[in-house]
């Protein structure tokens, strides 16, 4: 392995800072959808499962990396700027008129994007169709994409759900950000999709069920997927939205904190809550 946990967690934890500074000096955004993502896409960025040139985005041979649960876009930026795209400075944008860090991931005006999403359950769907294109093309590139759980409410994720497990993509692994909550309340009550990787292998998919904020089970889990080879992979990632700050989102009293930010002070606390 050539990178360490412990340096996992430490670039972990600076996503989460961008995270916040980002959207409070926006003054809107979704941080706790955002942060529940971290150890994921972290893993994914800087853990050596996706090979990617910042300074040629559209190497052909790269690995894709749709976020379909697209308002987490911040945690997506974060990485970016980390991995060199763009500096961590230029971030601090967001969704500021005329800045290209949009409040979603716009493809049209990024390079690195691979869909422009944010109207939820799409993102499976344009994966499966990269994965089979870069199938066909005989390259060696995996497509990854990461959805929410309220999001699987959305029936175009199961028309996309069948159609892999027919078509076998073995280079295309979803994983599912299992928060626990939507933008209305607690996904169990809203519509209760589970046993969600039940449903996923009832297609014929490999599912695994881990601790998505746990960042040893976020590589384990996208080494095992990222070694299977012959159908889709889906890791349901079982996450806390606003996880690394969970206890000054609980004095706030709203565990969802859903689409909003921190106020300048509390975006402070946290950043000291988080630590050096
Ligand atoms: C098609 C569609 N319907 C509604 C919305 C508004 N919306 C934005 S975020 C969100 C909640 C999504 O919940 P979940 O998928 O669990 O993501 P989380 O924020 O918990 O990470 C909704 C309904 C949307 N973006 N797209
Ligand atoms: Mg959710």
Redesign the pocket.
């Known amino acids: 392995m050539a990178v360490s946990i412990e340096e996992l967690q430490a670039k972990a934890k600076q996503l989460r800072k961008h995270i916040i500074r980002m959207t409070t000096a926006a003054g809107s955004g979704?941080p706790?959808?955002s942060l529940?993502?971290v150890e994921m896409i972290t893993a994914l960025y800087f853990g050596g499962f996706m090979k990617y040139r910042p300074q040629e985005p559209q190497w052909p041979s790269r690995d894709r990396f749709i976020l379909s649960?697209?308002?987490?876009v911040p945690a997506l930026y974060a990485a970016m700027a980390e991995a060199g795209y763009f500096t961590v400075e230029a971030t601090m944008s967001l969704r500021k008129l005329g800045s290209v860090f949009e409040g979603h991931p716009n493809m049209a005006r990024m390079p690195g994007i691979e869909a422009s999403t944010?109207?939820?359950?799409q993102g499976l769907s344009i994966g499966l169709g990269q994965a089979l294109g870069l199938r066909l093309d005989k390259l060696d590139s995996r497509v990854f994409v990461m959805?929410?759980?309220?999001?699987?409410d959305?029936g175009q994720v199961w028309e996309a759900a069948a159609a892999a497990g027919k078509f076998k993509p073995g280079n295309l692994t979803l994983i599912v950000?299992q928060?626990?909550?939507?933008?209305?309340g607690a996904?169990k009550d809203v519509l209760d999709m589970r046993p969600i990787a039940d449903k996923f292998a009832a297609f014929g998919w490999h599912t695994q069920v881990v601790n998505g904020n746990c960042q040893a089970n976020a590589f384990a889990a996208l080494t095992i997927a990222t070694n299977i080879k012959d159908r889709p992979t889906c890791i349901v990632s079982q996450t806390q939205?606003g996880f690394g700050i969970l206890p000054l989102l609980e004095a706030e009293g709203d565990l969802?904190y859903?689409?909003k930010p921190l106020s300048a002070a509390l975006a402070e606390k946290a950043i000291a809550f988080l630590g050096s």
């Open positions: 979704h706790s959808s529940s993502a649960k697209g308002h987490a944010g109207s939820l359950g959805t929410g759980d309220g999001e699987l959305e950000d928060n626990g909550y939507q933008q209305t996904t939205k969802n859903h689409g």
